[in-house]
């Protein structure tokens, strides 16, 4: 009798624990070289959405990064495959890639485009976008926010090529961008994919062109026409490379919460947002302007905003030199949607908390009009009252200004 209830005792205890096992998994801190690279780095794996879609469950797939995985061939062949091989699950995408974009712009927007959509599996691809961005502390805040929304969520790195990538591949190196985009795969244990890898194989076995035009192309493979963008058989690259590193963790960790360590820095993104022009207070002559294309900010971007797109829900604009708006917020870094234009056509004087005016340029690297978003310098975390007055405007230019990007921790 005493041994029979010391055996329940001991099944109860062991059966608990596996119940725990199945709730919660410890996030594991990984020691891959951050300065090198390799095709698949596993890590704590993607075993929530293998479960979901043997189970044959509802499977949200979401992207988040640049024009490569915005109008990229890439996302929507992958997307094919894993329909093809679980026919069982019903899968669905949700795009909220933007081209031009950075992980600092995909910090504060990615509640509103993305997680606003529950998605149950992530794909983030930044390297080619300044991955590494603020040291990497931009990319970083993406992970806290995917699992405060949902624990389950599973996520994936996954670096696209650009062709001043190549020497550093070659050696076996990561990317300067991607080695500030490593240690945080590392810290979180996140599965990291290196599609250029595969690509610069290619290239150093003679069976690819990276660019058109670089030299013989018959019987090669074109990879791209501008060094970046990858044309069909590129994106097959990128597929196949995904798909076999997805085969090859298809069963690899323990389903179960992921929990969220401490940063692995001071002051990353984690607590970044948009927050609507509507916040501001304007001086009087100021206009609504109309975006005409009707984007919601909370949409899924899928086949809406080609891509271009970085104002949504409201903007404001004035042609009057000396306007201004005041704009309270919380937070250590304050940035600005805006119509960029050439250096020099406007200029905005920027006063935070009765400090010394700052002149800055609301410019686009391009030197071409940009709807794009700029990043005040970085000041220590609080709440703060921020003053911008127009001082400069070029002929026939206009300062409009969309939603504000605030970063907090």
Known sequence: MKNTIIATFILALFSINSIHAQVSKTTTPHNFDPTKTEELRIRNGLPNFFQKLKAGEDVKVGYIGGSITNGGLWRSKSLKWLKNE???????????????????????????????????????????????????????????????????????????????????????????????????????????????????????????????????????????????????????????????????????????????????????????????????????????????????????????????????????????????????WDGFMLGLTAQLEAKGDIQVEVTTDGDTPRLVDIKSRSGKPQSKYIFLNEIKAGSHTTTIKLVKLAPGKEFQIGQFLVVAE
Not at 232 to 258: C, F, M, Q
Not at 283 to 302: A, G, H, P, R
């Open 86 to 328: 679980y026919p069982k699950a019903n899968i669905t995408q949700i795009n909220a890639a933007i081209g031009g974009t950075g992980p600092e712009y995909g910090a504060c927007r990615i509640n509103n485009h993305l997680l606003i959509h529950k998605p149950d599996m992530v794909f983030i691809e930044y390297r080619v976008n300044n991955g590494g961005a603020y040291k990497g502390r931009a990319l970083e805040g993406l992970i806290p926010q995917i699992w405060k929304e949902n624990p389950n969520t599973e996520i994936c790195i996954v670096y696209t090529i650009s062709k001043g990538m190549i020497a550093d591949i070659q050696k076996g190196n990561q990317t300067n961008a991607g080695k500030n985009m490593e240690p945080v795969a590392n810290h979180y244990g996140i599965t990291s994919i290196d599609f250029g890898v595969e690509v610069v194989k290619l290239l150093n076995e003679d069976k690819l062109v990276f660019k058109k035009g670089d030299g013989p192309a018959n019987g090669k493979i074109i990879f791209t026409k501008d060094g970046t963008h990858p044309l069909e058989a590129g994106h097959d690259i990128y597929r196949d490379v995904l798909v076999r590193s997805l085969k090859k963790i298809e069963n690899y960790g323990t389903p179960g919460k992921n929990v969220i360590p401490a940063p692995s820095q001071k002051n990353i993104f984690s607590g970044a947002s948009m927050v609507s022009v509507s916040k501001a207070k304007f001086s009087s002559n100021w206009e609504k302007v109309d975006l005409s294309n009707d984007i919601d900010i909370n949409d899924d971007l899928t086949d809406k905003n080609g891509g271009k797109r970085t104002l949504f829900d409201k903007a404001m604009k004035t042609t009057i030199i000396g306007e201004s708006f005041t704009f309270k």
